[in-house]
T-cell receptor, first 114, second 113 residues
Framework: ETGVTQSPTHLIKTRGQQVTLRCSSQ?????VSWYQQALGQGPQFIFQ???????GRGNFPPRFSGLQFPNYSSELNVNALELDDSALYLC?????????????FGEGSRLTVL | DQQVKQNSPSLSVQEGRISILNCDYT??????FLWYKKYPAEGPTFLIS?????DKNEDGRFTVFLNKSAKHLSLHIVPSQPGDSAVYFC????????????FGKGTRLHILP
């Protein structure tokens, strides 16, 4: 069973640039959630995708957008990067509805914005 | 507005003793509470959960207690082992919607030899 994989693991961008982060869900999982973890904080929910549709969004501006593909992999796009976007971005997959909240996380993509 | 609060940023416990990690919440609509463990350079991993209709759930060395009237839960680890040194996140699911899991800020647990 393949776990959740994310790429890239580290990247550095400058303010105003755009970034795309990628995630492959665990096999058999059709739901992907993205979280932002700033230094010293817990993961904060950005949004979730279920069967290629957005299925809930946290308190993040529209410049945070995403996609889910037919194979359930997902992308997180952030436009017009700001310094405060520097964080660990975590992708988590789950088997879909009826789940009790257990998420399976990848190792994360650490984004630094200069 | 923090709906899930972990007020202790860190905790040190002697190996073999009991570790108790605490968590408070404000939203009575949460229906499941979960604990995740995170090692450096790894993603969080699920540890144990409890439904809001239960008051205790046990899995090996890990037990979670829920006090709904106090809106408080705790994770007990007995006995504590060196591999338990990690950051522990308390999390809650909002009312049967697996689209929104709210996490606390975490407590760093150090197990001392």
């Amino acid at each position: 069973e393949t776990g959740v994989t994310q790429s890239p693991t580290h990247l550095i961008k400058t303010r105003g640039q755009q970034v795309t982060l990628r995630c492959s869900s665990q096999s058999g999982h059709n739901t992907v959630s993205w979280y932002q973890q700033a230094l010293g904080q817990g993961p904060q929910f950005i949004f979730q995708y279920y069967r290629e549709e957005e299925n809930g969004r946290g308190n993040f501006p529209p410049r945070f957008s995403g996609l889910q593909f037919p194979n359930y992999s997902s992308e997180l796009n952030v436009n017009a990067l700001e310094l405060d976007d520097s964080a660990l971005y975590l992708c988590a997959s789950s088997p879909g509805t009826g789940n009790t909240g257990e998420l399976f996380f990848g190792e994360g993509s650490r984004l630094t914005v200069l | 507005d923090q709906q899930v609060k972990q007020n202790s940023p860190s905790l040190s416990v002697q190996e073999g003793r009991i570790s108790i990690l605490n968590c408070d919440y404000t939203n009575s609509m949460f229906d499941y509470f979960l604990w995740y463990k995170k090692y450096p350079a790894e993603g969080p991993t699920f540890l144990i959960s409890i439904s809001s209709i239960k008051d205790k759930n046990e899995d090996g060395r890990f037990t979670v207690f829920l006090n709904k009237s106090a809106k408080h839960l705790s994770l007990h680890i007995v006995p504590s082992q060196p591999g338990d040194s990690a950051v522990y996140f308390c999390a809650a699911r909002y009312g049967n919607r697996d689209d929104k899991i709210i996490f606390g800020k975490g407590t760093r647990l150090h197990i001392l030899p």
